[in-house]
């Protein structure tokens, strides 16, 4: 079986450009999350998807940020406009869901805004 | 209140010692407690986990503690190895809920 996929790898953006970064999660995964990784903040939950419906927005992250799940099988996060403070590690996991608590996380994108 | 505390940030450990790490929470209505492991360049990765309806979780170097009264996990590895240098979390979750809360992490060293 597949792990999570995330593309791309790498990001660089100007400051003010739309971003779009994409995550297939683990087949048969009912539950997506997409999290914000930084050495200050650590791991910061943006999104969280049951079976396609959004669970949660992450709060603080609504305004620009936007995690949408096309199908079960493949997930977007859009940051619009982007900011230099948004330069982070972007990681995308997956789960069973229904109360099982295995996360299955992907190798993320690291994005640097300039 | 939904917050995972875990200590120490950063920590080296000789080749061959014991590792221990540890995280507090306040919210009781955590059940599920898993550690993740996570290697520069690539996403967390589950190491071990424990219901808190155990104390104790065993699985090769790596041991688990709960303390449900005192709110408390720790993870103990023996024999520490160069090769389990790598970031740790702990993290915690309502079994009725999806999403887990992570500790802050701990950067593990060990030196040869």
């Known amino acids: 079986d597949a792990g999570v996929t995330q593309t791309p790898r790498h990001e660089v953006a100007e400051k003010g450009q739309t971003i779009i970064l994409k995550c297939e999660p683990v087949s048969g995964h009912n539950d997506l999350f997409w999290y914000r990784q930084t050495k200050i903040q650590g791991l910061e939950l943006l999104s969280y998807?049951?079976?396609?419906?959004?669970?949660?927005d992450g709060g603080a992250f609504k305004d620009r940020f936007k995690a949408e799940m096309l199908n079960s099988s493949f997930s977007t996060l859009k940051i619009q406009p982007t900011e230099p403070k948004d330069s982070a590690v972007y990681l995308c996991?997956?789960?069973?869901?229904?109360?099982?608590?295995?996360?299955?996380f992907g190798p993320g994108t690291r994005l640097t805004v300039l | 209140q939904q917050q995972v505390r875990q200590s120490p940030q950063s920590l080296t450990v000789w080749e061959g010692g014991t590792t221990v790490l540890t995280c507090s929470y306040e919210?009781?209505?955590?059940?599920?407690f898993p550690w993740y492991q996570q290697f520069p360049g690539e996403g967390p990765a589950l190491l071990i986990s424990i219901l808190s309806v155990s104390d104790k979780k065993e699985d090769g170097r790596f041991t688990t503690f709960f303390n449900k009264r005192e709110k408390k996990l720790s993870l103990h590895i023996i024999d520490s190895q160069p090769g389990d240098s790598a970031t740790y979390f702990c993290?915690?979750?309502?079994?009725?809920?999806?999403?887990?809360?992570f500790g802050q992490g701990t950067k593990l060293s060990i030196k040869p």
């Open positions: 998807f049951r079976s396609k419906s959004l669970m949660e």
């Open positions: 993290a915690a979750q309502n079994y009725n809920q999806g999403k887990l809360i």
């Open positions: 996991a997956s789960s069973l869901g229904g109360g099982r608590g295995e996360q299955y």
């Open positions: 919210d009781s209505t955590f059940n599920y």
